[in-house]
């Protein structure tokens, strides 16, 4: 993780075992499947076919979209509850880098079906 960001919490989204709806969820370690948290790494713990595998079918194919999180404090004395926001700002620059990583994620599946297969 990058430097003075230490997640706590990890959110996957799609079916889990007892809802086929998708949806976002908290996917801390529970003994078998999950995120553990160590100094500055998340440890994910995924096993084919069951929670945290977004299709939930044991098809050697393990589908993870999510991501790591921070609880949020609040330290206002406004009584109220917490709260979210997300501020955004990419520029011109950051955009083509994330397409650029998106195109070698693609190479490497691409190799790496082609080699195991």
């Given at each position: 993780?990058?430097?003075?960001i230490?997640?706590d ?9 007892d ?6 969820y ?29 299709d ?13 999180a ?13 709260g979210c926001?997300m ?16 195109a ?6 691409g190799?790496?079906r082609?080699?195991y297969?």
């Amino acid at each position: 993780m990058p430097a003075g960001i230490s997640p706590d919490q990890f959110f996957n989204n799609g079916l889990t075992p007892d809802d086929n709806n998708p949806q976002y969820y908290e996917f801390n370690f529970d003994g078998e499947t999950g995120a553990e948290f160590s100094d500055k790494k998340v440890i994910l713990h995924l096993v084919d076919g069951k929670r945290g595998d977004s299709d939930l079918t044991a098809n050697g194919v393990i589908v993870d979209p999510g991501t790591p999180a921070i609880r949020a404090s609040n330290t206002a004395n406004s009584g109220g509850g917490g709260g979210c926001s997300m501020a955004v700002h990419y520029s011109a620059s950051r955009r083509a880098g994330d397409w650029l990583l998106v195109a070698v994620c693609i190479l490497m599946l691409g190799l790496y079906r082609k080699i195991y297969r």
